[in-house]
């Protein structure tokens, strides 16, 4: 059986693409050669098996008030079990925490990565083998958000939250013992849009960053 990977995130896990000028479908969604888990898939080949989990607008675990289903906690258990037996989980999440909607800063938000990451360390889907986690903290929101259209969403606190949450998740990913990477540091690019969705670029760079990480997790 090929090495399951459910990959477990937001908009950018989705593929959704800000600006259709940088899409070659031309729509607003990248398509399968261009999001970063489908080019993860061609990186690592037929040995693996790549699933993609991304909803836009999902949090780690906060309700959000405006629109249901899309706290990650509750879906965490049954996604993974549709996909068993999982040899390795990605997430990626913490941008749509950062809304001013939800009140909470980047320590709360790493706290609540941490609490997803126990649930699904927790979940019978790992074939009796050990759990096997990678967070991947999100690129920071950029400061052009705050004049974009989607600024009265995101609210005026988010982009300094955004900067935090990589230090917050990699102490809790240290004290649980799951893998971590920083998606700000490996040139995931955002488009001059909304300055908070991957760029065809962008995607490419992720998913070159986690074909060198993931097989070293799947030894």
Same mark, same amino acid.
């Given at each position: 059986?090929?090495? #399951?990977?459910?990959?477990?995130?937001?908009?950018?896990? #989705?593929?959704?693409?800000?600006?259709?000028?940088?899409?070659?479908?031309?729509?607003?969604?990248?398509?399968?050669?261009?999001?970063?888990?489908?080019r993860l898939q061609s990186l690592l080949?037929?040995?693996? $098996?790549?699933?993609?989990?991304?909803?836009?607008?999902?949090?780690?675990?906060?309700?959000?008030?405006?629109?249901?289903?899309?706290?990650?906690?509750?879906? =965490?258990?049954?996604?993974? !079990?549709?996909?068993?037996? +999982?040899?390795?989980?990605? =997430?990626?999440?913490?941008?749509?925490?950062? !809304?001013?909607?939800?009140?909470?800063?980047?320590?709360? =938000?790493?706290?609540?990565?941490?609490? $997803?990451?126990?649930?699904?360390?927790?979940?019978?889907?790992?074939?009796?083998?050990? /759990?096997?986690?990678? +967070?991947?903290?999100?690129?920071?929101?950029?400061?052009?958000? $705050?004049?974009?259209?989607?600024? /009265?969403?995101?609210? !005026?606190?988010?982009?300094?939250?955004?900067?935090?949450?990589?230090?917050?998740?990699?102490?809790?990913?240290? $004290?649980?013992?799951?893998?971590?990477?920083?998606?700000?540091?490996?040139?995931?690019?955002?488009? /001059?849009?909304? #300055?908070? #969705?991957?760029?065809?670029?962008?995607?490419?760079?992720?998913?070159?960053?986690?074909?060198?990480? +993931?097989? !070293?997790?799947?030894?």
């Open positions: 059986m090929k090495k #399951h990977i459910v990959c477990f995130g937001d908009s950018n896990t #989705h593929g959704f693409c800000a600006d259709p000028t940088d899409c070659f479908d031309g729509g607003n969604r990248f398509n399968e050669e261009e999001r970063w888990t489908c080949g037929d040995g693996y $098996l790549v699933v993609e989990e991304g909803l836009g607008g999902r949090t780690t675990c906060f309700e959000d008030p405006t629109e249901e289903g899309l706290q990650g906690l509750p879906y =965490i258990t049954p996604c993974l !079990k549709s996909h068993e037996p +999982v040899d390795l989980l990605i =997430i990626m999440l913490g941008t749509n925490d950062c !809304k001013d909607r939800f009140c909470v800063g980047a320590y709360e =938000i790493g706290m609540a990565m941490a609490r $997803l990451v126990e649930k699904a360390r927790c979940s019978p889907c790992w074939g009796g083998k050990e /759990p096997n986690i990678l +967070v991947v903290a999100p690129p920071p929101i950029e400061e052009g958000m $705050l004049k974009s259209a989607v600024a /009265p969403i995101m609210g !005026k606190h988010c982009v300094e939250k955004s900067r935090e949450l990589a230090q917050w998740y990699e102490e809790q990913c240290k $004290l649980l013992g799951a893998a971590f990477l920083d998606a700000g540091k490996v040139g995931c690019e955002f488009n /001059p849009v909304d #300055h908070m #969705h991957l760029t065809r670029k962008g995607h490419a760079a992720l998913a070159q960053a986690l074909s060198e990480m +993931v097989p !070293k997790l799947l030894k």
